[in-house]
Protein backbone atom coordinates (compact mmCIF):
# COMPACT_ATOMS: atom_id res chain seq x y z
CA UNK A 1 0.00 0.00 0.00
CA UNK A 2 2.80 2.53 1.61
CA UNK A 3 4.91 1.29 -2.26
CA UNK A 4 1.52 2.25 -4.22
CA UNK A 5 1.37 5.75 -2.64
CA UNK A 6 4.33 6.34 -3.48
CA UNK A 7 4.23 5.38 -6.74
CA UNK A 8 1.26 7.32 -7.23
CA UNK A 9 3.29 10.62 -5.81
CA UNK A 10 5.38 10.18 -8.04
CA UNK A 11 3.76 10.29 -10.99
CA UNK A 12 1.97 13.43 -9.91
CA UNK A 13 5.30 15.23 -9.43
CA UNK A 14 5.99 14.17 -13.07
CA UNK A 15 3.00 15.29 -14.37
CA UNK A 16 3.41 18.60 -12.26
CA UNK A 17 6.90 18.97 -13.96
CA UNK A 18 5.63 18.41 -17.49
CA UNK A 19 2.71 20.82 -17.03
CA UNK A 20 5.45 23.84 -15.43
CA UNK A 21 7.56 23.18 -18.21
CA UNK A 22 5.15 22.96 -21.08
CA UNK A 23 3.54 26.33 -19.33
CA UNK A 24 7.50 27.85 -19.70
CA UNK A 25 7.78 26.48 -23.23
CA UNK A 26 4.41 28.35 -24.28
CA UNK A 27 5.65 31.86 -21.92
CA UNK A 28 8.96 31.79 -23.90
CA UNK A 29 7.04 31.46 -27.19
CA UNK A 30 5.22 34.21 -26.62
CA UNK A 31 7.24 36.73 -24.87
CA UNK A 32 10.46 36.10 -26.50
CA UNK A 33 10.82 39.17 -27.97
CA UNK A 34 9.80 41.48 -24.87
CA UNK A 35 12.51 39.06 -22.69
CA UNK A 36 14.98 39.58 -25.32
CA UNK A 37 14.94 43.49 -25.37
CA UNK A 38 14.92 43.48 -21.64
CA UNK A 39 17.90 41.10 -21.40
CA UNK A 40 19.92 41.72 -24.40
CA UNK A 41 23.35 43.19 -24.56
CA UNK A 42 25.52 45.09 -27.34
CA UNK A 43 29.35 44.08 -27.10
CA UNK A 44 32.13 46.63 -28.01
CA UNK A 45 35.05 45.34 -30.46
CA UNK A 46 36.59 44.49 -27.60
CA UNK A 47 33.86 42.15 -26.57
CA UNK A 48 33.14 43.63 -23.56
CA UNK A 49 29.16 45.01 -22.35
CA UNK A 50 28.53 48.40 -23.52
CA UNK A 51 24.78 49.14 -23.40
CA UNK A 52 23.10 46.46 -20.59
CA UNK A 53 19.39 46.37 -20.61
CA UNK A 54 19.16 48.37 -24.05
CA UNK A 55 15.99 47.42 -26.18
CA UNK A 56 15.63 45.28 -29.72
CA UNK A 57 16.11 47.80 -32.50
CA UNK A 58 12.58 48.39 -34.09
CA UNK A 59 12.95 47.38 -37.89
CA UNK A 60 12.10 50.30 -40.15
CA UNK A 61 8.72 51.28 -41.87
CA UNK A 62 10.27 52.22 -45.12
CA UNK A 63 9.37 49.93 -47.78
CA UNK A 64 11.50 48.22 -49.88
CA UNK A 65 11.60 50.00 -53.76
CA UNK A 66 9.55 47.34 -55.87
CA UNK A 67 11.32 45.89 -59.20
CA UNK A 68 10.56 46.97 -62.72
CA UNK A 69 8.74 44.47 -64.04
CA UNK A 70 8.50 44.90 -68.32
CA UNK A 71 5.46 44.38 -69.56
CA UNK A 72 5.25 41.21 -71.70
CA UNK A 73 3.86 42.72 -74.62
CA UNK A 74 7.11 45.00 -74.99
CA UNK A 75 9.45 42.31 -75.16
CA UNK A 76 8.42 41.11 -78.30
CA UNK A 77 9.14 45.23 -79.53
CA UNK A 78 12.20 46.36 -81.20
CA UNK A 79 14.39 48.45 -78.82
CA UNK A 80 13.14 52.07 -77.86
CA UNK A 81 13.99 54.68 -80.56
CA UNK A 82 14.84 51.92 -83.17
CA UNK A 83 10.94 50.77 -83.72
CA UNK A 84 7.84 51.96 -85.94
CA UNK A 85 5.64 54.23 -84.64
CA UNK A 86 3.37 51.55 -84.21
CA UNK A 87 5.68 49.85 -82.00
CA UNK A 88 6.93 53.01 -80.05
CA UNK A 89 3.25 53.81 -79.04
CA UNK A 90 2.50 50.04 -77.90
CA UNK A 91 5.70 50.18 -75.68
CA UNK A 92 4.26 54.00 -73.68
CA UNK A 93 0.98 52.26 -74.06
CA UNK A 94 1.97 49.38 -71.69
CA UNK A 95 4.35 51.17 -69.74
CA UNK A 96 1.33 53.80 -68.86
CA UNK A 97 -1.37 50.95 -67.47
CA UNK A 98 0.99 48.88 -65.60
CA UNK A 99 1.15 50.53 -62.10
CA UNK A 100 4.83 49.63 -60.68
CA UNK A 101 4.30 50.62 -57.18
CA UNK A 102 0.49 50.21 -55.38
CA UNK A 103 -0.24 53.16 -52.88
CA UNK A 104 -2.50 51.74 -50.13
CA UNK A 105 -3.60 55.34 -48.77
CA UNK A 106 -4.27 57.94 -51.40
CA UNK A 107 -6.33 61.12 -51.99
CA UNK A 108 -7.48 62.39 -54.76
CA UNK A 109 -7.82 65.86 -54.51
CA UNK A 110 -9.47 69.13 -56.49
CA UNK A 111 -10.59 69.19 -59.87
CA UNK A 112 -14.15 70.54 -61.96
CA UNK A 113 -16.81 68.78 -60.18
CA UNK A 114 -19.68 68.97 -63.47
CA UNK A 115 -19.48 66.38 -66.35
CA UNK A 116 -17.95 66.49 -68.58
CA UNK A 117 -15.29 67.78 -66.85
CA UNK A 118 -15.87 66.20 -63.88
CA UNK A 119 -12.64 65.15 -62.35
CA UNK A 120 -10.17 66.86 -64.53
CA UNK A 121 -7.51 68.78 -63.01
CA UNK A 122 -7.53 66.15 -59.94
CA UNK A 123 -4.47 64.69 -59.03
CA UNK A 124 -3.59 61.93 -56.56
CA UNK A 125 -1.57 62.30 -53.18
CA UNK A 126 -0.02 59.24 -51.55
CA UNK A 127 -0.23 59.83 -47.84
CA UNK A 128 1.99 56.87 -46.87
CA UNK A 129 4.26 58.69 -44.24
CA UNK A 130 7.01 57.11 -46.64
CA UNK A 131 6.02 59.51 -49.33
CA UNK A 132 3.78 62.45 -47.32
CA UNK A 133 6.26 62.49 -43.94
CA UNK A 134 4.60 66.40 -43.01
CA UNK A 135 6.69 68.01 -40.58
CA UNK A 136 9.50 65.65 -41.45
CA UNK A 137 11.38 68.81 -41.99
CA UNK A 138 9.94 70.27 -38.76
CA UNK A 139 8.07 73.01 -41.74
CA UNK A 140 5.04 72.97 -43.93
CA UNK A 141 4.73 70.89 -46.95
CA UNK A 142 6.26 72.54 -49.62
CA UNK A 143 4.14 72.28 -53.09
CA UNK A 144 4.84 73.31 -56.50
CA UNK A 145 1.86 73.92 -59.08
CA UNK A 146 2.55 74.39 -62.52
CA UNK A 147 -0.13 75.39 -65.02
CA UNK A 148 -3.49 76.49 -63.13
CA UNK A 149 -5.69 77.94 -66.21
CA UNK A 150 -7.79 79.60 -63.23
CA UNK A 151 -8.76 76.28 -61.82
CA UNK A 152 -7.18 76.30 -57.91
CA UNK A 153 -8.68 73.50 -56.39
CA UNK A 154 -6.19 71.50 -56.35
CA UNK A 155 -3.67 74.09 -54.95
CA UNK A 156 -6.70 75.45 -52.46
CA UNK A 157 -7.07 71.53 -50.98
CA UNK A 158 -3.36 70.73 -50.75
CA UNK A 159 -3.50 74.52 -48.97
CA UNK A 160 -6.36 73.31 -46.93
CA UNK A 161 -3.85 70.17 -45.80
CA UNK A 162 -1.13 72.82 -44.21
CA UNK A 163 1.01 72.61 -47.15
CA UNK A 164 2.92 76.19 -48.37
CA UNK A 165 1.55 75.99 -52.13
CA UNK A 166 3.05 77.93 -55.02
CA UNK A 167 0.99 78.49 -58.13
CA UNK A 168 2.67 79.46 -61.27
CA UNK A 169 0.61 80.21 -64.81
CA UNK A 170 1.94 83.08 -66.62
CA UNK A 171 -0.93 83.04 -68.98
CA UNK A 172 -3.53 84.22 -66.80
CA UNK A 173 -4.08 87.87 -65.31
CA UNK A 174 -4.38 87.65 -61.94
CA UNK A 175 -1.32 89.54 -60.36
CA UNK A 176 1.70 88.34 -59.64
CA UNK A 177 2.61 86.91 -55.78
CA UNK A 178 -1.56 87.32 -55.18
CA UNK A 179 -2.22 85.40 -51.81
CA UNK A 180 -5.39 83.64 -52.02
CA UNK A 181 -7.59 83.51 -49.21
CA UNK A 182 -6.25 79.39 -48.80
CA UNK A 183 -2.87 81.10 -48.33
CA UNK A 184 -1.85 79.51 -51.69
CA UNK A 185 0.51 82.35 -53.70
CA UNK A 186 0.23 82.51 -56.77
CA UNK A 187 3.18 83.30 -59.65
CA UNK A 188 3.03 85.08 -62.83
CA UNK A 189 5.82 82.62 -64.59
CA UNK A 190 6.20 79.47 -66.59
CA UNK A 191 8.53 76.18 -66.50
CA UNK A 192 10.90 76.51 -68.70
CA UNK A 193 14.74 75.09 -69.45
CA UNK A 194 16.20 78.67 -69.46
CA UNK A 195 15.75 81.75 -67.45
CA UNK A 196 14.24 84.52 -69.50
CA UNK A 197 11.85 87.65 -68.76
CA UNK A 198 10.23 87.65 -72.23
CA UNK A 199 10.39 84.06 -73.28
CA UNK A 200 7.60 81.45 -74.54
CA UNK A 201 4.92 83.96 -76.19
CA UNK A 202 6.60 86.76 -74.43
CA UNK A 203 5.67 85.70 -70.68
CA UNK A 204 8.42 85.66 -67.75
CA UNK A 205 10.05 81.70 -67.60
CA UNK A 206 12.25 80.44 -65.20
CA UNK A 207 14.07 76.90 -64.35
CA UNK A 208 12.95 74.85 -61.59
CA UNK A 209 15.99 75.70 -60.08
CA UNK A 210 16.13 79.04 -60.17
CA UNK A 211 12.66 79.14 -58.73
CA UNK A 212 13.60 77.41 -55.67
CA UNK A 213 16.79 79.91 -55.10
CA UNK A 214 14.10 82.86 -55.66
CA UNK A 215 11.88 81.48 -53.42
CA UNK A 216 14.02 80.54 -50.65
CA UNK A 217 13.21 77.14 -50.64
CA UNK A 218 16.66 75.26 -51.29
CA UNK A 219 17.00 73.73 -47.69
CA UNK A 220 13.89 72.15 -47.74
CA UNK A 221 12.17 69.20 -49.95
CA UNK A 222 9.84 69.74 -52.70
CA UNK A 223 7.06 67.44 -51.03
CA UNK A 224 4.83 67.44 -54.17
CA UNK A 225 5.36 68.46 -57.46
CA UNK A 226 2.75 69.04 -60.29
CA UNK A 227 2.79 70.12 -63.69
CA UNK A 228 -0.40 70.56 -66.14
CA UNK A 229 0.61 73.00 -68.96
CA UNK A 230 -0.08 73.68 -72.26
CA UNK A 231 2.05 75.36 -75.42
CA UNK A 232 -1.26 75.06 -77.55
CA UNK A 233 0.57 72.92 -79.83
CA UNK A 234 -1.07 69.72 -77.87
CA UNK A 235 2.29 69.43 -76.33
CA UNK A 236 2.74 70.64 -72.47
CA UNK A 237 6.54 71.50 -70.61
CA UNK A 238 6.42 68.24 -68.49
CA UNK A 239 9.47 67.03 -71.03
CA UNK A 240 11.07 70.15 -70.06
CA UNK A 241 10.96 70.09 -66.01
CA UNK A 242 11.78 66.41 -66.35
CA UNK A 243 14.97 67.05 -68.40
CA UNK A 244 15.93 69.25 -65.57
CA UNK A 245 15.24 66.81 -62.95
CA UNK A 246 17.88 64.34 -63.90
CA UNK A 247 20.45 66.90 -65.24
CA UNK A 248 20.38 69.08 -61.88
CA UNK A 249 19.85 66.17 -59.51
CA UNK A 250 16.76 67.33 -58.27
CA UNK A 251 14.70 64.46 -58.43
CA UNK A 252 16.48 63.08 -55.55
CA UNK A 253 14.60 65.84 -53.00
CA UNK A 254 11.72 65.59 -54.57
CA UNK A 255 9.07 63.42 -52.78
CA UNK A 256 5.97 62.93 -55.54
CA UNK A 257 5.74 64.24 -58.89
CA UNK A 258 2.02 63.93 -60.65
CA UNK A 259 1.89 65.60 -64.75
CA UNK A 260 -0.05 65.49 -67.23
CA UNK A 261 1.36 63.74 -70.44
CA UNK A 262 0.96 65.21 -74.00
CA UNK A 263 0.83 63.16 -76.84
CA UNK A 264 0.27 64.54 -79.96
CA UNK A 265 -0.38 63.26 -83.46
CA UNK A 266 0.34 61.87 -86.17
CA UNK A 267 3.22 59.50 -84.71
CA UNK A 268 4.13 59.08 -88.76
CA UNK A 269 5.57 63.05 -88.35
CA UNK A 270 9.81 62.56 -87.09
CA UNK A 271 8.62 65.46 -84.58
CA UNK A 272 5.81 63.48 -82.56
CA UNK A 273 7.35 60.13 -83.21
CA UNK A 274 10.80 62.02 -81.15
CA UNK A 275 8.49 63.26 -78.46
CA UNK A 276 6.86 60.13 -78.14
CA UNK A 277 10.66 58.12 -77.59
CA UNK A 278 11.57 61.12 -75.40
CA UNK A 279 8.72 60.79 -72.91
CA UNK A 280 8.82 57.38 -72.57
CA UNK A 281 12.93 57.57 -72.15
CA UNK A 282 12.44 59.94 -69.33
CA UNK A 283 9.53 58.34 -67.54
CA UNK A 284 12.23 55.31 -67.48
CA UNK A 285 15.30 57.43 -66.39
CA UNK A 286 12.74 58.46 -63.15
CA UNK A 287 12.71 55.02 -62.60
CA UNK A 288 16.14 54.76 -62.71
CA UNK A 289 16.40 57.54 -59.68
CA UNK A 290 14.01 55.42 -57.73
CA UNK A 291 10.59 56.62 -59.09
CA UNK A 292 7.67 54.71 -59.34
CA UNK A 293 4.31 55.38 -61.18
CA UNK A 294 1.43 54.48 -59.12
CA UNK A 295 -1.60 56.14 -60.87
CA UNK A 296 -2.56 56.95 -64.15
CA UNK A 297 -5.84 58.76 -65.30
CA UNK A 298 -7.11 58.85 -68.90
CA UNK A 299 -7.66 62.14 -69.88
CA UNK A 300 -10.54 62.12 -72.59
CA UNK A 301 -13.02 64.52 -70.69
CA UNK A 302 -13.24 67.27 -74.00
CA UNK A 303 -14.22 63.94 -76.00
CA UNK A 304 -16.69 62.40 -73.92
CA UNK A 305 -18.68 66.19 -74.10
CA UNK A 306 -19.61 65.09 -77.85
CA UNK A 307 -19.35 61.40 -77.46
CA UNK A 308 -20.01 59.92 -73.63
CA UNK A 309 -18.43 56.64 -74.58
CA UNK A 310 -15.19 57.86 -76.15
CA UNK A 311 -12.12 56.22 -74.40
CA UNK A 312 -8.01 56.13 -74.87
CA UNK A 313 -8.68 53.29 -77.12
CA UNK A 314 -10.22 55.20 -79.40
CA UNK A 315 -7.49 57.60 -79.40
CA UNK A 316 -4.81 55.03 -79.85
CA UNK A 317 -6.66 53.87 -83.48
CA UNK A 318 -6.18 57.20 -84.25
CA UNK A 319 -3.05 58.66 -83.49
CA UNK A 320 -0.35 57.07 -85.72
CA UNK A 321 -1.98 58.49 -88.89
CA UNK A 322 -4.29 61.33 -88.03
CA UNK A 323 -4.07 64.83 -87.43
CA UNK A 324 -5.03 66.35 -84.62
CA UNK A 325 -5.23 63.75 -81.95
CA UNK A 326 -3.82 64.08 -78.65
CA UNK A 327 -3.80 61.43 -76.19
CA UNK A 328 -3.00 62.91 -72.10
CA UNK A 329 -2.69 60.67 -69.27
CA UNK A 330 -2.73 62.28 -65.74
CA UNK A 331 -0.09 60.44 -64.33
CA UNK A 332 2.06 60.02 -60.63
CA UNK A 333 5.17 58.81 -58.88
CA UNK A 334 6.37 58.76 -55.50
CA UNK A 335 10.38 58.42 -55.20
CA UNK A 336 11.57 55.87 -52.97
CA UNK A 337 14.84 57.37 -52.86
CA UNK A 338 14.77 61.01 -51.71
CA UNK A 339 18.43 61.66 -50.52
CA UNK A 340 18.41 65.83 -49.10
CA UNK A 341 16.96 69.00 -49.26
CA UNK A 342 17.58 70.91 -52.97
CA UNK A 343 20.57 72.62 -52.18
CA UNK A 344 21.98 69.49 -51.17
CA UNK A 345 21.19 67.45 -53.88
CA UNK A 346 22.81 70.57 -55.81
CA UNK A 347 26.00 70.93 -54.39
CA UNK A 348 26.70 67.24 -55.28
Known amino acids: MRQMVKNCNAKIVSLIIICVCFAISVFLMLYWDQIYGMW????????????????????????????ILEPLANKEL????????????????????QRQYHCTESKYLGGKTRRPFKGDG??????????????????KCLVYSFGINNDFSFDDAMAKLGCEVHSFDPSMTLADNSIRNTGVIFHKVGISNEDNDSGFNGWKMRTLKTLIKELGHEDRHLDFLKVDTDRGDGTGFEDVIM??????????????????????GPLTQKKHLKRCRLLYRQMRALNDGGWRLYNTTDNVRTKTKVNKDYTQRINKKKIVNETGVVILWESSFV???????????LSR
Open 40 to 67: SFCKTDDNTSACKNSKKPVPSAMKPIPP
Open 78 to 97: KPPGEASPEEELERIWNYMY
Open 122 to 139: AYDLCVEKQFWPQGGDKV
Open 243 to 264: QELFETGLYKCVRQFSFELHMP
Open 335 to 345: NFEVTGTCKEV
